[in-house]
């Protein structure tokens, strides 16, 4: 599981309301990325961090806000959430970028995952 | 649009025979496919990985074609037991031109092994 935990694993929160997960990483890598998983769209990216403060938009940005204040931490927020942000979301890290920057074929690895719930 | 795609949604396959899914791509600049093992109410496993000057790549009981001409790869599960029943995703890493390479996924196949 390449030492990534999720946390919480699942959470029910109401509109309007801000909600923070968080992604923890034991082994010192220096990419990080979060995505959504939801039926019939696979998985898809939302943000990533190429080292601490270091951050930039995926695919579907739109509503989130990350932050990576150190190497083994990785938060996505949800500033107001949404029913549409109702999801399954995973964190991973990816083995390059160890020395200069990252490379195709560097690999990913997924966290277990956080069921989220928008009323 | 998406880059990755596969074939069929489902798949039933019997204990012990052997599974095969597909997945095509789109990008003729693709050069790097990973496969992902998906298990219920967990998060992706890395099953395996091909580089486009390879055709084929073996691992522990799976195989991984790929067929650059039109643009296809297959992953291949001898003797499928039950413990196979996941959905698998195939993946391919594109630049993303902001420093970073990000995965792009296709929406996956739901493999079930009949005992």
């Known amino acids: 599981d390449a030492g990534i935990t999720q946390s919480p694993r699942h959470k029910v929160t109401e509109t309007g309301t801000p909600v923070t997960l968080r992604c923890h990483q034991t082994e010192n890598h220096r990419y990080m990325y979060w995505y959504r998983q939801d039926p019939g769209h696979g998985l898809r990216l939302i943000h990533y961090s190429y080292g601490v403060k270091d951050t930039d938009k995926g695919e579907v940005s739109d509503g989130y806000s990350v932050s990576r204040s150190k190497t083994e931490d990785f938060l996505l927020t949800l500033e107001s959430a949404t029913s549409s942000q109702t999801s399954v979301y995973f964190c991973?890290?990816?083995?390059?970028?160890?020395?200069?920057?990252?490379?195709?074929?560097?690999?990913?690895?997924f966290g277990p995952g956080t069921r989220l719930t928008v009323l | 649009g998406e880059s990755v795609g596969l074939h069929l949604p489902t798949l039933s396959v019997q204990e012990g025979d052997n599974s095969i899914i597909n997945c095509a791509y789109s990008n003729s600049a693709s050069d790097y496919f990973i496969w992902y093992k998906q298990e219920s109410g967990k998060g992706p496993q890395f099953i395996i990985d091909?580089?486009?000057?390879?055709d084929k790549r073996q691992g522990q009981r799976v195989t991984v074609l790929l067929n650059k001409t039109v643009k296809h790869l297959s992953l291949q599960i001898a003797a499928t037991q039950p413990g196979d029943s996941a959905v698998y995703f195939c993946a391919e890493n594109l630049y993303s031109g902001a420093g970073s390479y990000q995965l792009t996924f296709g929406k996956g196949t739901k493999l079930s092994v009949i005992p």
């Open positions: 091909i580089r486009s000057n390879m």
């Open positions: 991973a890290i990816s083995t390059g970028g160890l020395a200069g920057g990252p490379r195709r074929t560097d690999t990913q690895y």
